[in-house]
């Protein structure tokens, strides 16, 4: 079962939070259009590990979609897009606020010619404010958002090793596309314009627990906690690392029985569950005694025989090989025309006890261009004069 088959969407994005957000409704059986760049593309074609002129990136992010090569701001390529445009139920764009408008493809353009058109736009910081003109990148929003001080310790933050705001950017916009598409069904809207940020994404994800202390106005009858990461702990044994979290006090004593350490459990200085967040550095410092004397293997099986959320600390090689993983089917592997043999996580959702798959390899630059120019009625030779102007690739 694809969800969406059916669903025609065209984007006009770069990086991670417009591709992956597209990417995830491609997944789901919506026939997603790039508009990439002439002669260069997208960025991530030219960033990380790559074979056959492939990135692993792009592969991943731009899997079962169509490309092509265009030149935006050529006036004589203007008509057959918007044709082309006039197709889909959906436009996607991460372009600085304002940038298509200069170029005709701004919402109140589209929007004229095509009102039943969702148009979706994402930004780093909004289309309006003393930031929307910044140039953005990942970290720059982790830093503003709380990201980095999340990851604090000891007083100095740190960045999480991951584009985290831009994916987080992206599920958002997957959720929003969906729900736009829905109110649209229903005949309880038209074509909309989802607008979000990548900002606002941040501060919506982080906020149940890591603002915790931050959601009450006013300081009458507030008490702070630490937060929860706070017990989101790596703690070394003999041959590697696990990680173990305990909330509920028979997890606490599962833990203290399984590392040997049974007169923790009576310890004055820990005896409810507000007691041990509010100590968590003594209580892992005393943790650590008992894990040091034992191997790896040894803890998890232990705190798995006593009820206790436990978990080895996987390299990426050993992750690919956890029965977890291979149980699950989580990681595909299929046969791309320029990479070869590639191997990627497989779209999460399973419907109705279907595991998605992958029904075409991410596209080189360009590729579907005449293609799709010729679904909207241009002829080879019209192809061929785009060609030569240099408005298409």
Not at 3 to 30: C, F, H, K, W
Not at 89 to 105: C, I, K, M, T, Y
Not at 150 to 170: C, E, F
Not at 339 to 351: C, D, E, N, S, V
Request: with cysteine; hydrophobic share 40%.
């Amino acid at each position: 079962m694809q969800p969406l088959n059916g669903i025609r969407i065209v984007e006009v994005t770069t990086n991670a939070s417009g591709p992956m957000a597209t990417g995830i409704l491609a997944d789901q059986g919506a026939d997603v259009i790039r508009l990439e760049t002439l002669g260069v593309g997208d960025p991530s074609r030219h960033v990380g590990g790559s074979r056959g002129g492939v990135t692993g990136y792009s592969a991943y992010m731009n899997r079962n979609k169509r490309s092509m090569a265009v030149d935006l701001k050529n006036p004589v390529l203007r008509a057959p897009l918007y044709r082309l445009i006039g197709t889909a139920d959906v436009f996607v764009q991460n372009s600085r606020p304002g940038a298509l408008d200069r170029s005709g493809f701004g919402y109140e353009a589209l929007h004229a010619q095509f009102p039943d058109l969702i148009y979706v736009s994402i930004s780093g910081f909004g289309a309006t404010g003393p930031a929307a003109h910044q140039r953005v990148y990942d970290p720059v929003i982790q830093s503003v958002a709380g990201f980095a001080a999340a990851q604090s310790t000891h007083g100095v933050p740190d960045l999480v090793k991951t584009v985290a705001s831009d994916k987080v950017a992206a599920l958002t916009a997957a959720q929003a596309i969906s729900a736009a598409l829905l109110a649209r069904a229903r005949g309880q809207a038209r074509g909309q314009h989802v607008e979000l940020s990548m900002l606002d994404a941040s501060l919506a994800f982080l906020w149940p627990e890591v603002y915790w202390n931050h959601s009450f106005v006013g300081d009458d009858g507030f008490t702070p906690k630490p937060l929860i990461a706070s017990f989101y702990r790596l703690l070394p044994t003999l041959d590697g690392y696990v990680t173990m979290i305990v909330v509920g006090d028979d997890e606490f004593k599962g833990a203290c029985d399984g590392l040997d350490l049974p007169a923790l459990f009576h310890d004055l200085r820990f005896p409810t569950l507000s007691e041990r967040f509010a100590r968590y550095e003594e209580l892992f410092a005393e943790f650590e005694v008992g894990t040091r004397r034992l191997s790896t293997a040894e803890v998890v099986a232990r705190m798995d025989a006593n009820g206790v959320p436990c978990a080895k600390v996987n390299t990426f090689d050993e992750v690919l090989d956890d029965p977890r993983v291979t149980h699950g089917h989580s990681i595909i592997e299929y046969e791309h025309p320029e990479a070869g043999r590639l191997r990627q996580a497989r779209p999460a959702a399973i419907f109705d006890g279907e595991r998605l798959g992958v029904r075409r390899p991410s596209p080189t630059l360009g590729q579907h261009t005449d293609e799709l120019l010729a679904s909207v009625g241009c002829s080879a030779a019209e192809i061929a004069a785009l060609r030569a102007v240099g408005a298409v690739g």
